[in-house]
């Protein structure tokens, strides 16, 4: 009737009374998942694995609920063991073992797609980067040219000057003679 609530401390008052009992544990945890509650579902599941690891169907919840957790090898894994136990049953085969492998087969494709995406975008990064000879000769005359045109600026001072009223005024110094504004300097800067 959905109300899983209270099957949960049924069960819990039943396991208190009979701790050993696998059965409890293992549909406590099918209780747990239906409520997406995965790792206490897990916990349940891996209690009644313990209790009776005889038991197809507590191996089958335990790989479900190990499903639920993405754990897709540990799922495969337990499916595996519940058919090794009861191979005859047809819902482990078609359904559980099945789906598992699929996932497993998607997350491995999914794998591959970012590994290739990475190593594609790490290819990209290397060639957008090119390789430059900072000692080729076109580098060494660009470096000359800049260096030439800061020696003649630093040899000519340019001052700017803004007067009181509004007007620019931009006067080059030479070392010998600097020029003094008049009293009407509002703002100099070089």
């Not at 090898?73 to 598992?100: C, G, T, Y």
């Amino acid at each position: 009737n959905y109300r899983y609530r209270e099957a949960i401390l049924k069960w819990d008052e039943a396991l208190q009374l009979t701790p050993e009992d696998a059965t409890l544990y293992e549909m406590k945890s099918q209780v747990l998942m239906s409520l997406h509650e995965m790792f206490p579902a897990v916990h349940a599941a891996e209690m009644a694995v313990q209790r009776n690891p005889r038991s197809w169907d507590a191996w089958q919840t335990l790989g479900r609920a190990q499903l639920g957790l993405g754990e897709i090898a540990l799922a495969i894994r337990s499916f595996q063991v519940s058919l090794h136990i009861f191979p005859m049953n047809p819902e482990v085969w078609k359904e559980d073992l099945s789906w598992a492998r699929k996932l497993q087969e998607q997350q491995k494709a999914t794998k591959t797609e970012s590994v290739q995406a990475l190593a594609k975008e790490k290819e990209l990064a290397q060639e957008s980067i090119p390789d430059y000879d900072f000692e080729s000769d076109e580098i060494v005359a660009v470096c000359a040219a800049i260096a030439e045109k800061e020696k003649a600026l630093s040899a000519a001072k340019t001052v700017v000057i803004v007067s009181a009223s509004g007007t620019v005024e931009t006067v080059t110094e030479k070392d010998n003679c600097p020029t003094t504004p008049d009293e009407t300097l509002f703002i100099r800067a070089r």
